[in-house]
């Protein structure tokens, strides 16, 4: 595969959105095989390693403390509870262990806790993800010692949209995050929400924000849970914005595909209200990446059980990490 270019122009993300959809789907999966195992996806769990009490006021996030949603907070996990989870994700097929903790940003004296989680999960063959809101070089230099694959910290929209969701951290401190992760030779998971009542226009500037960039290892695609009690759960949740159009969706996923041909793309949140039609369209489209498992942090997921009777249905084998975080495809 030639370089990815990070040179992409918004006229060009917006021509292939506007591709007929069947031309949109055969260029993303020609540029997918050309890069990734062909019909094999990577199965992650995710799990909420502190849950609530977030400061942040995103206006998706059942976690803030703008909420209204009765969700308590809780104390950072036990060590030792994270890496049950983990066994048990192990066993279920997973190939990478995110783990996730409500705060804007991760206290010095949590940090010799979170070490031993992310030495923990790496010793049993697995991939580790955390995202534990913003960092300083230093902690992601911690993280990095420790052995970290990945840290997730979405970008969530498009810039000009991004005041809209969030105003208590601005885009360019998103960006500072990402930098430190990168300048500590961790891997980046980044990518955003749809179906936040955003037009294409803004999931242009979604994909030309995260093209433009050093491509993110790993791009989750999520679609908006409407929660009551959130401003956008109760904006959007009696409206047809509340839903994206699947096939739109679908699109959505094509044009990541295209525009970083190297990244996992992961179908995250939303996945348990989509059909199993549309779900299918985006692995056609070039995603290679789901969480399953029964719940994503505080939201509800569509389950090992029916997640393994769909990849059966598709003749598409799991994936699972190798050491020292690689991939490989899962025997026959």
Same mark, same amino acid.
């Given at each position: ?17 506007? =591709?007929?959809?069947?031309?949109? =789907? ?8 050309? &890069?990734?195992?062909? @019909?094999?996806? !990577? %199965?992650?769990? %995710?799990?909420?390693?502190? /849950? ?10 059942? !976690?803030? $403390?703008?909420?209204?949603?009765? =969700? ?11 890496? !049950?989870?983990?066994?048990?994700? #192990? ?8 783990? &996730? ?17 992310? #030495?923990?999960?790496? +010793? ?10 913003? *960092?300083?070089?230093? !902690? ?6 420790? &052995? ?5 910290? @979405?970008?969530? /929209? ?40 955003? /037009? ?30 959130? $401003? =956008?759960?109760?904006?959007? +949740? ?14 959505? $996923? ?26 299918? %369209? ?28 769909? *990849? ?21």
């Amino acid at each position: 595969m030639t370089e990815p270019r990070t040179d992409w122009t918004r006229a060009e993300i917006a021509a292939l959105f506007d =591709l007929p959809f069947m031309d949109l =789907l055969y260029e993303a999966q020609t540029v997918h095989r050309a &890069g990734h195992p062909r @019909n094999a996806v !990577q %199965l992650s769990t %995710l799990l909420s390693i502190k /849950t609530g009490g977030c400061p942040e006021d995103c206006g998706y996030c059942s !976690q803030s $403390v703008h909420a209204e949603t009765g =969700l308590k907070a809780t104390k950072l996990m036990d060590v030792r509870a994270v890496l !049950q989870s983990a066994a048990m994700a #192990k066993d279920n097929g997973s190939g990478r262990f995110c783990m &996730g903790a409500a705060w804007r940003n991760p206290k010095d004296r949590d940090m010799p806790a979170l070490i031993e989680m992310v #030495k923990g999960v790496r +010793a049993m063959g697995m991939e580790t993800c955390m995202t534990l809101g913003m *960092l300083t070089p230093a !902690q992601a230099d911690m993280l990095a010692q420790a &052995g970290l694959d990945y840290y997730n910290h @979405n970008i969530d /929209t498009a810039p000009e949209k991004y005041g809209e969701v969030i105003t208590t951290r601005s885009f360019a401190e998103r960006i500072d995050t990402l930098e430190a992760v990168r300048a500590a030779g961790i891997n980046v998971c980044c990518g955003g929400i749809v179906g936040m009542g955003e /037009t294409r226009e803004d999931r242009i500037g979604f994909i030309h924000a995260l093209a433009t960039m050093p491509h993110p290892e790993s791009v989750p695609i999520n679609a908006l849970v409407p929660v009551k009690g959130t $401003v =956008l759960g109760d904006m959007l +949740a009696d409206t047809p914005l509340a839903k994206i159009d699947e096939i739109e969706f679908v699109r959505t $996923v094509a044009v990541a595909r295209i525009a970083m041909p190297a990244s996992m793309v992961r179908l995250s949140a939303g996945r348990e209200s989509m059909s199993e039609a549309c779900q299918a %369209l985006c692995f056609m489209a070039g995603a290679n990446s789901i969480f399953t498992g029964d719940k994503l942090l505080t939201a509800p997921n569509a389950g090992d059980d029916s997640d393994g009777a769909l *990849l059966a249905k598709l003749g598409i084998a799991a994936m699972h990490a190798a050491p020292h975080g690689h991939l490989e495809e899962a025997a026959e």
